[in-house]
């Protein structure tokens, strides 16, 4: 089943998020592929403001689907424009934690799960990755720099 993720709202679900948005926006697509790639899965996350220069409107990183705000909006109304246009809303997954726009995507026909639960999913399969040894390296170097954002000597 696709889910249909309101950015914002999970990157919430994390402390300290909003000192950084442009890392907590990286980091959650970063993580949504891991998401994507253990669950064979599509996934479409939607952020409020403008889009990063990293992850423009409309990218596919690995797979994950990049999608922002329409200028003067919000991703609330993106998210509504893509459930009504979706022509199989019953199988679409919501991820979000504003109660209207679950009420919304439920009168849809649209599945609803919770931010901070979805959190959790995130972070079990972030774990298991860390648990196989023979899962590809979660960190390398140039994540590393560029989480610290320095340039190598």
Same mark, same amino acid.
């Given at each position: 089943m696709?889910?249909?993720v $309101?950015?914002?709202?999970?990157?919430?679900?994390?402390?300290?998020?909003?000192?950084?948005?442009?890392?907590a926006? %990286?980091?959650?697509?970063?993580?949504?592929?891991r998401f994507?790639?253990?669950?064979?899965?599509?996934?479409?996350?939607?952020?409020?403001g403008?889009? $990063?220069?990293?992850?423009?409107?409309?990218v596919?990183?690995k797979?994950?689907?990049?999608l922002?705000? %329409?200028?003067g909006?919000?991703?609330?109304?993106?998210?509504?424009?893509?459930?009504?246009?979706s022509?199989?809303? %019953?199988?679409?997954?919501?991820?979000?934690?504003?109660?209207?726009?679950?009420?919304?995507?439920?009168?849809?026909?649209?599945?609803?799960?919770p931010?901070?639960?979805?959190?959790?999913?995130?972070e079990?399969v972030?774990?298991?990755?860390?648990?196989n040894p023979?899962?590809?390296?979660?960190v390398?170097?140039?994540?590393?720099?560029?989480?610290?954002? %320095?340039?190598?000597?």
């Open positions: 696709p889910y249909l $309101d950015g914002n709202n999970v990157m919430a679900q994390t402390v300290g998020w909003h000192r950084d948005k442009a890392g926006r %990286r980091n959650l697509i970063h993580h949504l592929a994507l790639a253990a669950r064979k899965v599509k996934v479409k996350v939607v952020f409020d403008a889009p $990063d220069d990293e992850f423009p409107e409309g596919r990183h797979s994950v689907h990049v922002y705000a %329409r200028p909006s919000d991703a609330d109304a993106r998210i509504q424009e893509l459930i009504c246009q022509s199989k809303k %019953r199988d679409l997954i919501l991820v979000t934690s504003d109660r209207s726009l679950a009420e919304f995507a439920r009168r849809q026909g649209t599945k609803v799960i931010s901070g639960r979805f959190r959790k999913m995130l079990q972030l774990m298991t990755d860390y648990a023979l899962a590809e390296p979660r390398n170097v140039e994540d590393w720099l560029e989480y610290f954002k %320095r340039s190598e000597p």
